[in-house]
């Protein structure tokens, strides 16, 4: 069965530091995965996805098939990035899961 | 970003009574979805659709009906609201294989079920 995993509830972090959000996945066919988030008070939208391997905001996230992974990294934190992240896989007719998510709390 | 909305966007019910949440979109879009939000769970698939009068079954369906008369609308209906329902709820929308292969959401409707 398809399967999205967070392992982190929350993640604090200090400003200026390096962010890594982990996700892992389980899928048997070939998956398409995607990073959303929640700023407070805000709709949830799309971060960025695997396939563009775009930067947004300075995030970036490689899949890694080997470890099922798709880490969402950005070099330095900023304090607007505090935020709920979401890691979503996609599969078959646009069905799309979703991680339990992670709190990032970006620190002064 | 309004090209998705949700109505309520606050609703307090009783257990038992019948409640429906609005969605709308004015993209055309194909694919509309309703997820629950909920602490320690993230987002939760209810029903999808995948055009007007195709609906399908997610993750958590149970005491919850949907329909899809319009294209650009997908109301979420609790027949019988339990205290289990209290949530945000958003619903969504996509075009998928298209450069537009991302799923927009609404801004949520608050639900509370006393």
């Known amino acids: 069965a398809q399967r999205v995993t967070q392992p982190e509830k929350l993640l604090s972090v200090f400003k200026g530091a390096p962010v890594e959000l982990k996700c892992n996945y389980s899928?048997?066919?070939?998956?398409?995965l995607f990073w959303y988030v929640q700023y407070s008070r805000q709709r949830l939208q799309l971060l960025l996805r695997h396939i563009s391997r775009e930067s947004i905001k300075g995030f970036t996230a490689d899949l890694n098939k080997g470890e099922t992974s798709f880490h969402l990294k950005k070099p330095f934190a900023q304090e607007e990035d505090s935020a709920m992240y979401y890691c979503a896989l996609r599969y078959r007719d646009d069905k799309i899961i979703f991680g339990k998510g992670t709190r990032l709390h970006i620190l002064p | 970003d309004a090209g998705i909305t949700q109505s309520p966007r606050y609703k307090i019910t009783e257990t038992g009574r019948q409640v429906t949440l609005m969605c709308h979109q004015t993209w055309s879009h194909s694919y509309m979805f309703w997820y629950r939000q909920d602490l320690g769970h993230g987002l939760r698939l209810i029903y999808y659709?995948?055009?007007?009068?195709?609906?399908d079954k997610g993750e958590v369906p149970d005491g919850y009906v949907v329909s899809r008369s319009k294209t650009e609308n997908f109301p979420l209906t609790l027949e019988s609201a339990t205290r289990s329902q209290t949530s945000v709820y958003f619903c969504a929308s996509s075009e998928p294989w298209t450069s537009q292969e991302t799923q927009y959401f609404g801004p949520g409707t608050r639900l509370l079920v006393l």
């Open positions: 659709s995948a055009a007007a009068d195709i609906t």
């Open positions: 899928y048997s066919g070939s998956p398409e």
